[in-house]
């Protein structure tokens, strides 16, 4: 049974400060440093504001997890208007600190089950989105769809942009500039095809 106690508002600039603070929390020291304790003193808050506005740790980390997601898919629309989508794509899921926050989130997930299920649920609404977008630019540029499966696409990018940024956290580049111009030279191959 849910508890009946108020919640506070998801407009609220608290709120958007203890988001803030846990995401930062998760990049730069791990999903196990937000507490509560730690997490109110990275956003300079008292502890029982965190609870006001969340009814657990979990609910804060999934409400993180989501706006994410919806950043992830407002920049994703974006990139699709620009000349070179397929490149900003890359852009996007090279991006570090994307990176690393996804990185603890499926860390998290193998301790906590209605974590994972919310990042396979997320995962596949953005992996969906950006297949369609990718389809459709193979499309425009007339680019055949069994040679480039836009699913390998999405895949390629985004995977490779993980390992990739995961490696060198650790301090691992071997390969890595050989690797991203390859990818780079085979978008612009892509988006400048017209059979």
Known sequence: MKSER??????????????????????????????TRHLAAKAGL?????????????DLLVAVLHRHTDN????????????KPLQVLWELHSDKTTVMLMTEFLALANHRKTIAAEI???????????????????????VDLEKYPPAAI????????????LEESVGVSDGHAEAA???????????????
Not at 46 to 58: A, C, E, G, T
Not at 183 to 189: A, D, F, I, P, S
């Open 154 to 165: 999405t895949m390629l990018l985004g995977g490779f942009a993980r390992a990739t940024a």
């Open 120 to 142: 396979a649920r997320s995962t596949k609404q953005l992996r969906s989105i950006y297949t369609e977008g990718v389809m459709r630019v193979l499309n425009e540029h007339e």
């Open 72 to 83: 992830a898919i407002s920049q994703y629309a974006r990139a699709l208007t620009s000349g």
């Open 6 to 35: 108020r919640i506070g508002t998801e407009s609220s600039k608290t709120r958007v400060k203890l988001l803030d603070a846990a995401e930062q929390l998760m990049i730069e020291e791990g999903y196990a440093a937000v507490t």
């Open 46 to 58: 008292k502890p029982q504001l965190v609870h006001y506005y969340f009814r657990s740790m979990d």
């Open 181 to 195: 111009a390859l990818v780079e030279r085979l978008l612009r191959q892509i988006e400048k095809s017209k059979r």
